[in-house]
């Protein structure tokens, strides 16, 4: 009898083992040999289900997407956190501040690694979405002050959140958690009404 192979969930877990080899090795690390290796599967099983090496990419980088959205919706979704705490634990998410996070945040580089191997333009940024998303969550419950300039709190946030995060992930002694903690939530206070 013939086996019968479930194409999506093998798919899911390429991308697994693929985010797998990305965290051990890097972006250099994330061929098609690796990955087969850790599936103990063959190059063309893999090419199979992803022609090539930038989709492949593309999926496990739409997999830490996921992972970092459902993370921050469990946060707003916990009613007992205030609203200011929310938008607070929400920025953080996006910090390599534990395992979990750093190994997101490695596989978001060697995605944009990728990315500027093949000379795609920049794909839309996530991370500065989220900071309008929170000013204007801060809005919504009329905790916003009236007199911040909106525009430059996203530009100045975007940049500490990703000097943070590189800073944390290139060198994670350079900088204490608590540090990084207590930097975020200067910045989300000083968006607060007085």
């Given at each position: ?24 090795e ?7 040999r690796?990955?087969?290796?850790l599936?103990k ?41 205030s ?14 501040l ?8 490695e596989v ?10 093949v000379g ?12 309008e ?52 939530v200067?910045e ?7």
């Amino acid at each position: 009898m013939p086996k019968i192979v479930d194409h999506e969930k093998k798919k899911q877990q390429i991308v697994q083992f693929a985010w797998q080899s990305i965290v051990n090795e890097g972006a250099k690390g994330a061929t098609v040999r690796n990955i087969a290796n850790l599936a103990k599967m063959t190059p063309g099983q893999i090419r199979y289900y992803y022609p090539n090496h930038s989709k492949l990419l593309e999926m496990v980088f739409l997999e830490v997407i996921r992972k970092v959205k459902q993370r921050i919706q469990d946060i707003y979704s916990n009613e007992e956190l205030s609203t200011v705490d929310k938008v607070i634990q929400g920025l953080l998410a996006v910090i390599p501040l534990d395992k979990e996070r750093y190994a997101d945040m490695e596989v978001w580089m060697a995605f944009h690694y990728e990315l500027h191997q093949v000379g795609k333009e920049f794909m839309r940024d996530e991370i500065k979405s989220l900071i309008e998303l929170s000013i204007t969550y801060l809005e919504k419950h009329e905790l916003l002050d009236n007199s911040l300039n909106q525009n430059l709190s996203v530009i100045k946030a975007h940049a500490l959140l990703d000097g943070l995060a590189l800073h944390k992930l290139l060198n994670s002694e350079m900088i204490a958690n608590e540090d990084i903690i207590q930097l975020v939530v200067n910045e989300v206070n000083s968006w607060l009404k007085e």
